[in-house]
């Protein structure tokens, strides 16, 4: 017997000669009186509101911090709807990519209002898949409102989108090649290596992108309507034709409902008093009346940014005027700079005409978890280093249904290069060499039953589906 183990015994046997843990001594209770004036001091019972904050301003019961949201610890509740701010500037920066809200509801259906460039790297590191990006509607086709799209549809197929391609709902334009038909067609032309080199892959739907184009000027006119939610969209006034706001409806049950607007870019208008009024959730673009110091801080040039404000967007004390019209549950402003010098000005310029609930909707991450009674926002944490979500696969028909890929390199390669490729035997150490996959491995469509998945791909690809037969159960039961 060694030292140690000498040494541990005695330990042992010590321990068992003592109490395990001290106890604190039992007190006699304060009087009911006292208990209840120190717990119920400084909490707002039977208050309206407190600081600055309104009814309903609080955080809900399952979130798991009422400060941050963390990626991947909450599931979306059968009634609520969940807003996430994934690119919120019209300038990329780290911080700041361009625009893109994305709207979850509680049904398991996601709504993506705008894919500006660089939002990927949000939506991955939120946990959201690629292949779960495929309900898009573009407000207009300035490329901060689209920069993503072909990424999107790219790994997307890529990544598991098989067997629901993408769709992308947008204005037409004022003649047929400013609509978002002829931008997709411009994307089709412009990946064309990217496809046929991925040809080589499962790709199954993936690339039949499906555009639903709407007429711009048919202001109210529906985009979209499935599952209780229904998509209206009017004209902003945007410098050019075709510029569009979105509104979402969710019918959750007989007497509940939430809304959401997203205006896009675009001048304050009497159309977005008529189509917003009354939304829950009103997010608006905003500028702030500084081009002057702006021009100095961030370079451009005060005349340029004047004229474009004038012309295009919404300054601060529209959105505060606009609020106090459409009387929304929560203002949320975005498409703006978040910089720690100008957000007392911003908050100033809102507040002239709207006291009303008021957050950014900026900078990147900004979560907001909405139900019919509370809507709380927070800031989402987002990791600089996430790994993508694995591909979110419907198994409702109990299957795993893998396309055979269309093509294979000998097609649409010439045999040269593979030839000059080095033999696996010269660098793999001896005594390892992986099994190679040269070749796809089957000559039709892969399919499997769900129970014959390993339990780590059943799980991390039926994660979404799984959330949403349970909610969708628990919306039927809330209908009884
Ligand atoms: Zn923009
Ligand atoms: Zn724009």
Redesign the pocket.
């Known amino acids: 017997m060694n030292c140690t183990l000498h040494a541990l015994l005695g330990l042992a046997l010590l321990s068992l000669s003592l109490p395990s843990f001290a106890q604190a001594p039992v007190q006699d209770p304060s009087s009911p009186d006292e208990i209840k004036r120190a717990l119920s001091g400084g909490v707002p019972m039977g208050r309206w509101k407190e600081g600055l904050l309104f009814e309903g301003i609080s955080p809900h019961p399952w979130l798991t911090s009422a400060a941050n949201w963390f990626p991947g610890t909450e599931e979306v509740q059968p009634h609520e709807m969940r807003i996430t701010f994934m690119g919120t500037s019209?300038t990329i920066r780290p911080g700041q990519m361009n625009t893109s809200i994305f709207v979850e509801l509680g049904n398991g259906d996601n709504f993506i209002f705008d894919i500006g460039e660089g939002s990927v790297s949000n939506y991955t590191a939120a946990r959201v898949a690629l292949n779960q990006m495929n309900n898009i509607f573009i407000t207009?086709l300035?490329v901060?409102?689209y920069g993503s799209l072909p990424y999107v549809w790219m790994f997307g197929t890529w990544s598991g989108g098989w067997h629901k391609p993408i769709t992308v709902h947008g204005p037409s334009g004022r003649t047929p090649e400013y609509g978002t038909k002829a931008m997709v067609e411009g994307m089709r032309q412009m990946t064309a290596w990217h496809r046929d080199a991925f040809s080589v892959f499962p790709v199954g739907e993936g690339w039949d992108i499906q555009v639903n184009e709407f007429d711009f000027r048919d202001n109210g006119g529906i985009v979209y309507e499935k599952n209780g939610v229904k998509v209206i969209h009017w004209q902003r006034s945007?410098a050019k034709d075709g510029?569009s706001a979105y509104r979402l409806d969710w019918q959750i049950s007989d007497d509940e409902s939430l809304c959401f607007v997203w205006t896009?870019?675009g001048r304050p208008s009497e159309l977005d008093i008529e189509y917003a009024a009354g939304c829950d959730v009103y997010v608006t673009e905003l500028q702030q009346e500084v081009v002057e110091i702006n021009s100095g801080v961030q370079g451009v040039p005060p005349f340029l940014a004047r004229y474009t404000i004038d012309t295009?967007h919404t300054p601060g004390y529209a959105v505060g005027y606009l609020a106090s019209k459409i009387k929304p549950r929560m203002l949320m402003t975005t498409h703006m700079t978040f910089d720690p010098w100008l957000n007392e000005e911003t908050v100033a310029e809102v507040r002239h005409h709207w006291d009303g609930p008021y957050h950014f909707g900026a900078p990147d991450g900004i979560v907001v978890n909405v139900t019919t009674d509370q809507i709380w926002v927070r800031e989402g944490i987002l990791p600089d280093f996430p790994n993508q979500r694995a591909p979110q696969q419907d198994f409702t028909n109990g299957q795993l249904v893998v396309p055979l890929p269309p093509t294979d390199r000998t097609k649409i390669q010439e045999p040269f290069v593979r030839e000059k490729q080095i033999d696996p035997d010269k660098y793999y150490p001896e005594g390892y060499k992986p099994e190679l996959l040269e070749e796809w491995p089957a000559d039709s469509d892969i399919v499997a039953p769900v129970e014959a998945l390993p339990e780590n791909l059943k799980k991390s690809m039926g994660g979404h589906w799984e959330l949403t037969q349970k909610n969708r159960k628990a919306l039927e039961e809330r209908n009884r």
Do not use: R, Y
């Open positions: 019209p207009h300035h901060d409102h945007h510029a896009g870019d295009h």
